[in-house]
């Protein structure tokens, strides 16, 4: 039925057709689901121990997987198999096995299979649920297409902390952007037929100095408010899977902690999917310091609610005798092998034909992945600075020097992650420069100056030269892929090598100079910021970096992406986030003996939410719709957006809130919602936020919800500097305990 075909119905007969229309529908769901319990069940029946466990063991293409575990029934999860011949294999003696389990076949596919689109911090700087559902959406069917069928992703790991090289992987530093942008990839990776697999749960983003793997320190009250909320939204989004994180949560291993895996996931947000250790995570809780041998090890962690063992061979070596000596409940062993068949039923692994052997993920990057991978690349860039409107790239300019290692680098253009990504796919800055020159008349030099880690600069008197001789200068430099992602830590932001010399050099040249920066977080810029009018952060692009950068380089288009993260001026104020508490001392630059550094200034170089376009954007008349909010309610925020500049462009409406008196210290400023809208020359949008007054609270250590009744400040603009535009008045208190918050979970990440 469409609606159209109800209208001028009489309510009565309306409400009548509707129950109709859908009580057969919430009873075929139900069936499904009932169905898929009895099948579970009918399996788990006829299992032997041995098969159960056998279920619960993940284990990689290579060694130690022997094939014939998968006809023996002792690996019911692969990972990294990658191609259709090595599933259909793997498929095929799956079908020789006693009770003919279909094997789920797992990999880390983030930001692209074959086609590699941008890494998902660049991705979150496009700040929109839509691009990121497509992207992932694209990434998962070309996995899919030669058979993986889960993903290890996405990441919801907030972080505030860039020394740590997976805030790449991620969505930076914001919990309510966090959590849009985690429940659009999950549904995203499951159009394009991936389940997801939430990680790492948790706290991983948040170690210690920045150190990869370190241990982390959060309070609860803190877990529920900052680095939960992505995680819920996974679960809610209908994520397959989570992934235990391998660090510490305030002295518990995260991959034996039942307070995170069992309290929280299943009891509170009614998860009732599976979940994995990360790689070897298991055997690891021995140099945790709680076990002390393997079998105690998988032990606390089956016990604690980690259903499978990426790696480790623990659960398959020890589990059986910890059943048998009664130090596991065979019940604790059944209940995970029946979440991780219900997930194998939900997939509709059951039902499916194998894979075939001839299908090749050579069939990309075909021309739409290539469009795709371009359209969403080109959201994502940041325009951090244009001093005297360097960029566009002017028409005048007949000429264009491209400097840089970076330019000409297409393995380091995908980043890390990069699943089946191949540099030869790859289109450089330099190559889509070049393209785009190409017809216009216009001459494209190019020198490295350095080399990729800019260690050499032998070639800098080149590039110079390159630089003089031309009308303008395209210099491109930043993180190698080598230094951002997986134990990739780094102590020192700054632009790595001499990157700071050269570009000085650069500058001097008097040349208009546009630096396009690449890398997996921000760098610390130092004099550059000063030296160089342009920059563009564009993290790392992927296959199609040339042609979206120049479509934005020259004007086509107008950079649109915003900063999911604060970006610090020195590696000294890490960890630095936008939604901190407010002190006792707010800054006041004359005197000391307040929040400032005595060597550093204590504001970012950008803030979070920064991007600028080629056009401008005019705030007015914001308006509060009620300024009264009861439970239940939702506060409706509606702003005039006017493009005053004479391109087209996009700009990201955002809203924040701030409780300023509260029973305890509220952040100075918190995002509450965004809306990315395009603009003509001269157009006006009016654009309305909503933020549901539940959202408004915060937790108190033992979980429970509270909203306080009182004002509640509200801004709105283009980036968390945002303009204050009145109060809201919260007219009652309410508290909601941990247990019930999850019948109105999903008002929390409305968007
Ligand atoms: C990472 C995970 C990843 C796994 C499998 C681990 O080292 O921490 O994020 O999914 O490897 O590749």
Redesign the pocket.
Known sequence: MRLSDVHGLAPLALAVILAIAFVPQAKAQETSSQSIERRVNEILRQMTLEEKVGQLNLVSHGPPLRWEDISEGKAGAL??FNSAPDVARAQALARQSRLKIPPLFGL?VLHGFRTQFPLPLGEAAAFSPRVSRLASEWAAKEAAYVGVNWT?AP?ADLSRDSRWGRIVEGFGEDPYLGSVLTAARVEGFRQGGLAAAA??FAGYGAPQGGRDYDTTYIPRAEMYDTYLPPFRAAVEAGSASF?AA?NALNGEPSTANPWLLTDILRKQWGFDGFVTS??VGIGELINHGIAVDGAEAARKAILAGVDMD?MGLLYIKHLPDEVRAGRVPESVIDESVRRVLRTKFRMGLFDRPDMDPSRSDSAFPNPESRQMARAVARETFVLLQNRGDVLPVPASARSIAVIGPLADAPHDQMGPHAARGHKEDSVTVLEGIRRRAQGTGITVRHAPACDLFCRDTSGLPAALDAAKQSDFVIAVFGEPQELSG?AASRAHLELNGKQIDVLEELAKTGKPVALILLGGRPQVLGSVAERVPAILMAWYPGTEAGPALADVLFGDVSPSGKLPLTWPRATGQLPFYYNRLPTGRPTKPENRFTLQYIDEAITPLYPFGWGLSYTQFAYADAAMAQKQLDQGQVLEVSVSVKNTGAREGQEVVQLYTRDPVASRSRPLRELKAFEKIALKPGETKRVTLRVPVESLGFHLDDGTYLVEAGAIQVFVGGSSLAEPIGEAEITKTFRIPPMERRASASTSIAQ
């Open positions: 990972l990294n880390d290890f990441m990680k790492h992934m391998f990360d790689w990426m997986e």
